[in-house]
């Protein structure tokens, strides 16, 4: 699991570039009523809840949802070791992201937003504070593997798809886009 990176090791730059105009919060008052925390190894069954929540909200089978059992839940220690914040909007978890890496390039292992929070910049406002933990940090991108109802989010947000991992499910291909957001440096 991922630590804070001993910076005299890393091969990252450091750098605070503003953010894109696009990647400004789409709802102001949403924005307003939000904050982002760091979340707790005890806030794990609540971020599993909205794991699962998420997940069912584009419509997969049941037997899917159970398939990626291990995947969605959230473990205490995966809260404690990576990067993991919660976005509140009166004062109720509705999303959630984990960064995992380090040394030039972060991955975002999760991103979920309850459905009812889903249009109103909750989504965006996290993936803007990834952005800028992995910047702390000195990457340069952040790495996305997305399920296939994602992609057009975080392509929206100037992520490119650069692979596809295929897995397999019920025996036949499942595609998942791969894709980097390149952090911006400034000169």
Not at 40 to 64: N, Q, V
Not at 79 to 103: C, K, M, N, R, W
Not at 153 to 164: D, K, N, P
Request: overall charge positive; some cysteine.
């Amino acid at each position: 699991m991922t630590r804070e990176p001993n910076r005299s090791q890393s091969t990252c730059s450091v750098f605070s570039p503003p953010l894109p105009r696009l990647l400004t919060p789409i709802s102001s008052r949403t924005a307003r009523a939000m904050q982002i925390l760091r979340a707790r190894p005890e806030d794990a069954a609540k971020l599993t809840e909205i794991a699962f929540t998420s997940k069912r909200h584009w419509g997969y089978p049941e037997r899917w949802i159970a398939s990626w059992f291990h995947l969605l839940t959230i473990e205490p220690r995966l809260i404690a070791e990576q990067e993991t914040y919660t976005a509140h909007v009166d004062g109720a978890p509705v999303g959630f992201y984990s960064l995992s890496g380090g040394f030039g390039r972060m991955r975002l292992e999760h991103l979920w937003v309850l459905p009812e929070a889903m249009r109103r910049g909750v989504g965006r406002s996290l993936f803007v504070h990834a952005v800028e933990r992995a910047r702390a940090f000195g990457c340069e991108t952040l790495e996305i593997e997305s399920d296939p109802n994602a992609a057009g989010f975080y392509e929206h947000l100037g992520a490119r798809r650069v692979a596809t991992t295929v897995t397999e499910l019920e025996g036949r291909p499942r595609e998942l886009p791969v894709l980097v957001y390149e952090i911006a440096r400034t000169a």
